[in-house]
Protein backbone atom coordinates (compact mmCIF):
# COMPACT_ATOMS: atom_id res chain seq x y z
CA UNK A 1 0.00 0.00 0.00
CA UNK A 2 1.62 3.52 -0.57
CA UNK A 3 0.15 7.38 0.02
CA UNK A 4 0.11 9.65 -2.77
CA UNK A 5 0.76 13.43 -1.59
CA UNK A 6 1.19 16.42 -3.97
CA UNK A 7 4.27 18.86 -3.65
CA UNK A 8 3.54 22.28 -4.27
CA UNK A 9 6.55 23.94 -5.60
CA UNK A 10 6.63 27.90 -5.96
CA UNK A 11 9.59 30.45 -7.05
CA UNK A 12 9.40 33.65 -4.47
CA UNK A 13 11.13 36.23 -7.16
CA UNK A 14 11.54 38.75 -4.19
CA UNK A 15 13.88 36.55 -2.37
CA UNK A 16 14.88 34.37 -5.06
CA UNK A 17 14.02 30.70 -3.13
CA UNK A 18 11.97 27.69 -4.11
CA UNK A 19 9.73 27.23 -1.32
CA UNK A 20 7.90 23.60 -1.08
CA UNK A 21 4.65 23.37 0.42
CA UNK A 22 1.72 19.99 0.78
CA UNK A 23 -1.55 20.08 1.89
CA UNK A 24 -1.01 16.23 2.16
CA UNK A 25 2.11 16.84 4.33
CA UNK A 26 1.69 18.52 7.95
CA UNK A 27 4.10 20.66 8.56
CA UNK A 28 5.98 20.47 5.17
CA UNK A 29 7.38 24.47 4.47
CA UNK A 30 11.21 24.47 3.23
CA UNK A 31 13.02 26.89 0.96
CA UNK A 32 16.28 26.55 -1.23
CA UNK A 33 17.77 28.25 -3.82
CA UNK A 34 18.05 25.01 -6.07
CA UNK A 35 14.58 23.48 -7.06
CA UNK A 36 16.58 19.69 -7.64
CA UNK A 37 18.17 20.57 -3.93
CA UNK A 38 15.06 21.22 -2.70
CA UNK A 39 13.20 18.51 -4.09
CA UNK A 40 15.41 15.79 -2.86
CA UNK A 41 15.22 17.67 0.52
CA UNK A 42 11.24 17.73 0.13
CA UNK A 43 11.19 13.86 -0.35
CA UNK A 44 13.29 13.44 2.98
CA UNK A 45 10.87 15.36 4.84
CA UNK A 46 8.00 13.88 3.77
CA UNK A 47 8.71 10.98 5.03
CA UNK A 48 9.50 11.72 8.23
CA UNK A 49 6.80 14.12 8.78
CA UNK A 50 3.97 11.77 7.80
CA UNK A 51 6.10 9.37 10.11
CA UNK A 52 5.99 11.80 13.50
CA UNK A 53 2.69 13.60 12.80
CA UNK A 54 0.53 10.87 11.00
CA UNK A 55 2.05 7.41 11.77
CA UNK A 56 2.65 6.77 8.41
CA UNK A 57 5.32 3.87 7.40
CA UNK A 58 5.33 2.78 4.31
CA UNK A 59 5.62 3.71 0.31
CA UNK A 60 5.24 7.25 -0.73
CA UNK A 61 4.58 8.24 -4.56
CA UNK A 62 4.45 11.87 -5.37
CA UNK A 63 2.90 14.34 -7.36
CA UNK A 64 5.10 17.37 -8.31
CA UNK A 65 3.36 21.01 -8.86
CA UNK A 66 6.32 23.35 -9.67
CA UNK A 67 5.03 27.32 -10.38
CA UNK A 68 7.53 30.42 -11.16
CA UNK A 69 6.03 33.61 -12.48
CA UNK A 70 8.92 36.43 -13.54
CA UNK A 71 8.78 40.01 -14.44
CA UNK A 72 10.90 42.43 -16.86
CA UNK A 73 10.96 45.97 -16.01
CA UNK A 74 11.51 47.87 -18.62
CA UNK A 75 14.41 50.83 -18.35
CA UNK A 76 14.08 53.61 -20.86
Do not use: H
Not at 15 to 30: K, M, Q, R, Y
Not at 58 to 70: K, L, P, Q, T, V
Amino acid sequence: MSKTCKINFMWDNEVFVWIATSEDVPGLALEDGSLDRLIFRAKLATQELLELNCGYIGNIDFEFEMSRAERLIAIG
